[in-house]
């Protein structure tokens, strides 16, 4: 019986991660090399379009996610913002990458 109890804590503490604070904020973290294939107008136009289908700027960048008061128990906290707030902190992620990547390859330029 224990142990289908402590089987049973386990899995709900394992599913429970999978939302935490931690993994739905690196979540948000894009790496722009994978948009150096993209050719530039085609890669400002999708970003252009993620940026008005979230109303931000395309030049939006995103910023660090503030020091946790609570260290080490980010990983098992849940994230409490919206789908919609996750959704858009995941595109200022993804525009942040593309700006990255526009900008290191100087698209539109020269």
């Not at 402590?6 to 939302?19: D, E, F, K, W």
């Not at 858009?88 to 990255?100: H, K, L, W």
Request: aromatic content about 2%; charged content about 20%; some cysteine.
């Amino acid at each position: 019986m224990r142990i289908i109890l402590v089987l049973t804590a386990v899995a709900l503490g394992s599913t429970a991660c999978q939302n935490s604070v931690a993994v739905q904020q690196e979540a948000e973290v894009f790496n722009s090399i994978q948009y150096d294939t993209i050719p530039c107008a085609d890669l400002q136009g999708r970003r252009n379009a993620l940026a008005a289908q979230h109303g931000v700027s395309p030049d939006i960048e995103r910023t660090p996610p503030k020091e946790s008061t609570t260290p080490g128990f980010g990983i098992v906290l849940p994230d409490g913002r919206s789908d919609a707030e996750r959704a858009r902190a995941r595109a200022v992620g993804e525009i942040t990458a593309m700006n990255r990547s526009i900008q290191r390859r100087a698209c539109g330029k020269g």
